[in-house]
């Protein structure tokens, strides 16, 4: 993630959006890629005001390693209206120089108040040679196993592995809250989702022009199923695609799939709102 958290830096934020009518929750977001900051610092505060102006008082900030799983905690501790998800990302699961060690760590840190979801994690084939998916794979199964231990919600990253992310939950035994985050697949992988009573979260992405399969993957998803994300700082909606995500940028993409659903803005948003709360219990101090 390194990499792709220094091109991030150079970028500017996208221009806040018309505020929303109701409030609502980004249900994924990376707040320290967004500022580069401490936890506690100005620069956090100014995006969640940010958030917050534009009806967006809730967030889940998620973590892709042990380190940053911990910064995430912090930063949930010190903030109201913010929860923290930790993991092992899994591109990072792989590659990390103890993997057990940093497994330790992430299941010490589940059993925090503030940390409500395990993840992300999950399998990534893009980023991820053949010849370390075994490890990722285990990896995600040990994810698996402390989400249910913990009785925390699940937030899966599946990028290119659509049938060996179904196929491992189906083997391993999926906790009873499993989160597709950023969903990426089609309407055929959505049914089978829904089928299964997963949550499917969508993010920018199903704004851009290039993507009508996540369009009508999203016409699909039940209400009760469905989320909403940022997945910021990357993947910043239509019409500022290319500039730096923030969760102050959830209106725009609520905006599009209360259109596609053909559904009030106000209500979508409240679902969404009472869903994400159900998942991940009360926002509240």
């Known amino acids: 993630m ?44 100014k995006v969640l005001a940010d958030a917050k102006s534009v009806g967006i008082d809730r967030i889940v900030q998620v973590g892709y390693s042990a380190e940053q799983s911990e910064w995430s905690v912090r930063l949930a501790e010190h903030w109201d209206g913010v929860l923290a998800a930790v993991a092992l990302h899994p591109n990072e699961a792989p590659v ?9 760590r992430i299941e010490e840190l589940a059993a925090h108040p503030k940390v409500r979801a395990i993840g992300e994690t999950g399998l990534d084939f893009f980023r991820t040679e053949e010849s370390l998916r075994e ?23 599946d990028r290119d592995a659509h049938r060996a992310v179904l196929d ?22 959505a ?39 940022t997945d910021s700082p990357f993947l910043t909606p ?11 940028q959830i209106p ?12 009030e803005l106000s209500h979508l948003a409240n679902s ?3 869903t994400a709360e159900l998942i991940f219990g009360s926002f509240a101090p």
């Open 2 to 45: 390194a990499d792709r958290h220094n091109r991030d830096l150079d970028r500017q934020p996208a221009p806040l959006p018309e505020p929303l009518p109701t409030t609502c929750v980004d249900t994924h977001a990376h707040l320290e890629i967004v500022t580069n900051t401490d936890p506690e610092s100005d620069a956090i505060g």
């Open 168 to 189: 491992t939950l189906a083997e391993v035994g999926a906790p009873e809250k499993t989160i597709f985050h950023c969903y990426s697949g089609g309407s055929e992988m």
């Open 252 to 263: 725009n993409t609520l905006r599009v799939m209360a259109e596609e659903r053909g559904e």
């Open 96 to 104: 990390v120089a103890d993997l057990e060690s940093d497994l330790k």
């Open 135 to 157: 490890r990722q794979r285990y990896s995600f199964i040990r994810h698996i196993e402390i989400a249910k231990k913990y009785k925390k919600a699940l937030v899966i990253h």
């Open 191 to 229: 049914r089978e989702c829904v089928a299964k009573g997963y949550y499917l979260s969508f993010a920018g992405t199903v704004t851009f022009k290039n993507a009508p399969h996540l369009r009508e993957a999203l016409k699909l998803v039940p209400l009760e199923l469905l989320l909403v994300e």
């Open 238 to 248: 239509m019409p500022h695609r290319g500039a730096l995500n923030t969760p102050a």
């Open 272 to 274: 969404i709102s009472e």
